[in-house]
């Protein structure tokens, strides 16, 4: 989702564009790094911005990511660390530390970064400057 911004200072009027992350990214991520930090088969995940869960069916292991988002009806493909979101179209870069992670969102072009608690994840976006929660179940 794009947001325009009209700005004004004394000599130039511009328009200013800003993106932040959709709710199917985030909820993607959440999904794969939940997965690969646990040996543990998880098939959906809750979204506490949005109020519900989304299932996901496919693997997240040896390095790869192969994931169907029932909700989106999209394709999620590729490595661990650099996979395609099919219904965005976008790239995702993924790096996992133990139980942080940090990656950059190609479709909206922001940065994000989180932490895996068991089930729990939490996902920084800097677009929108907001902390998003999730369950993986």
């Known amino acids: 989702m794009l947001?325009?911004?009209w700005w004004r200072s004394e000599d130039n009027l511009g328009l200013a564009w800003w993106a932040k992350m959709i709710p199917e990214v985030r909820r993607a991520i959440a999904f794969i790094v939940a997965r690969a930090?646990?040996?543990q088969r998880r098939s959906a995940?809750?979204?506490?911005?949005?109020?519900?869960?989304?299932?996901?069916?496919?693997?997240?292991?040896?390095?790869?990511?192969?994931?169907?988002?029932?909700?989106?009806?999209?394709h999620i493909q590729g490595s661990l660390h650099q996979f395609h979101h099919y219904g965005t179209g976008g790239q995702i870069q993924l790096v996992i530390r133990g139980n942080q992670f940090q990656g950059f969102d190609f479709s909206s072009g922001n940065?994000?970064?989180?932490?895996?608690?068991?089930?729990?994840v939490q996902l920084y976006d800097f677009?929108?400057?907001s902390f998003f929660q999730f369950l993986v179940t």
């Open 3 to 5: 947001y325009r911004c």
């Open 37 to 39: 930090n646990s040996p």
């Open 45 to 74: 995940v809750y979204d506490y911005s949005v109020g519900g869960y989304t299932h996901f069916s496919g693997t997240v292991r040896d390095g790869a990511v192969s994931l169907f988002d029932h909700s989106a009806g999209a």
């Open 111 to 120: 940065h994000f970064q989180g932490t895996v608690r068991r089930q729990n």
């Open 127 to 129: 677009g929108s400057g």
